[in-house]
């Protein structure tokens, strides 16, 4: 497992769009699981953050990326909050 930082550790957590119908679980090992409506896990994979940049690569090899910006996960065009 690789090691993370604390600026990466406190990105882990779930992610959910606004109406919560995006669920982006981002686990401590380095994978993700997101949820969409009711299907759970509809998503699977890695990712790598650098900074405030999240690179995801899914199970299939599917790749998109992200940004963090004032505590907003900006990813593919979608906006998803912290879930506390």
């Known amino acids: 497992?690789?090691?993370?930082?604390?600026?990466?550790?406190?990105?882990?957590g779930m992610w959910v769009t606004k109406d919560g119908y995006i669920r982006h679980e981002l686990l401590l090992s380095g994978r993700y699981d997101e949820a969409r409506g009711s299907k759970q896990s509809a998503y699977q994979g890695r990712?790598?953050?650098?900074?405030?940049?999240?690179?995801?690569v899914d199970d299939t090899g599917f790749t998109a990326d992200g940004d963090f910006r004032e505590g907003?996960?900006?990813h593919a065009g979608m906006i998803l909050f912290r879930e506390h």
């Open 1 to 12: 497992m690789q090691k993370r930082t604390a600026a990466q550790q406190s990105y882990v």
């Open 47 to 56: 990712y790598m953050i650098e900074g405030d940049h999240i690179e995801y």
């Open 72 to 74: 907003v996960l900006y």
